[in-house]
């Protein structure tokens, strides 16, 4: 299916450290978004990636493609307790068809 | 930055009374979508909407959702007779020219 598979379910680190999180699919993609998600809150656009591309950088954030291997990976790098939250990828067919969710990884950074 | 507003941010309705539940997409954006998270549950897609009319749904948005665009700035979802089962976060999201779907805040919707 179109749905992203987060993994691991839960992630939990010490402040500065990096955090990296996985994401996988099953149809063909046109482009792959990663969101974050604060408990009770909206979802925050992160960083969109193409399928023509195999890595994207944003400030801390490094996300990276392999269509080969239908698969995606967050990295967040010297993690801060401001980056707990659930964090989810949604790959889409089309260029503006609709995000499928899967149950995301939730992120503790401990202070 | 342009943002994806929704009002209300919490809405409270009895069962079988209608709700609707209010976005403003981000300025020159074509494409909607509104979405539902049930509390501790995924984020599902409802519906899509572009060109003025519903470009796909899910088996969720039955005959008792409807989406309207009234203007040229609101993007609307209708629950005519509302459920308990109806109770969830609804999200709605815009897309312009680029790639990127933005997110509104939500409004949570309790039904009782």
């Known amino acids: 299916s179109q749905q992203g598979e987060e993994d691991p379910q839960a992630l939990s680190i010490q402040e500065g450290e990096n955090a990296t999180m996985n994401c996988s699919y099953k149809?063909?993609?046109?482009?792959l978004q990663w969101y974050r998600q604060n408990s009770g809150r909206g979802l925050v656009h992160l960083i969109l990636?193409?399928?023509?591309?195999r890595e994207k950088h944003s400030g801390r954030l490094r996300v990276t493609l392999d269509t080969s291997k239908k698969s995606s990976s967050l990295l967040i790098t010297a993690s801060r307790a401001a980056d707990t939250a659930s964090y989810f990828c949604?790959?889409?067919?089309?260029?503006?068809?609709?995000?499928?969710f899967g149950d995301g990884t939730t992120l503790t950074v401990k202070p | 930055e342009p943002e994806v507003t929704q009002t209300p941010s919490h809405q409270v309705t009895q069962m079988g009374q209608e709700v609707i539940l209010r976005c403003v997409p981000i300025?020159?954006?074509?494409?909607f979508y509104w979405y539902r998270q049930i509390l501790g549950q995924k984020v599902e897609f409802l519906v899509s909407f572009y060109n003025n009319e519903i470009s796909e749904k899910s088996e969720i948005f039955d005959d008792q959702f409807s989406v309207e665009r009234p203007d040229g700035s609101n993007f609307t979802l209708k629950i005519r007779s509302t459920k308990l089962e109806d109770s969830a976060m609804y999200f709605c999201?815009?897309?312009?020219?680029?790639?990127?779907?933005?997110f509104g805040p939500g409004t949570r919707l309790t039904v009782t």
């Open positions: 300025s020159n954006h074509l494409y």
């Open positions: 990636i193409r399928s023509n591309e």
């Open positions: 149809t063909s993609i046109n482009n």
């Open positions: 949604a790959p889409r067919i089309t260029n503006a068809g609709k995000s499928t």
């Open positions: 999201a815009s897309k312009g020219t680029n790639y990127e779907q933005y």
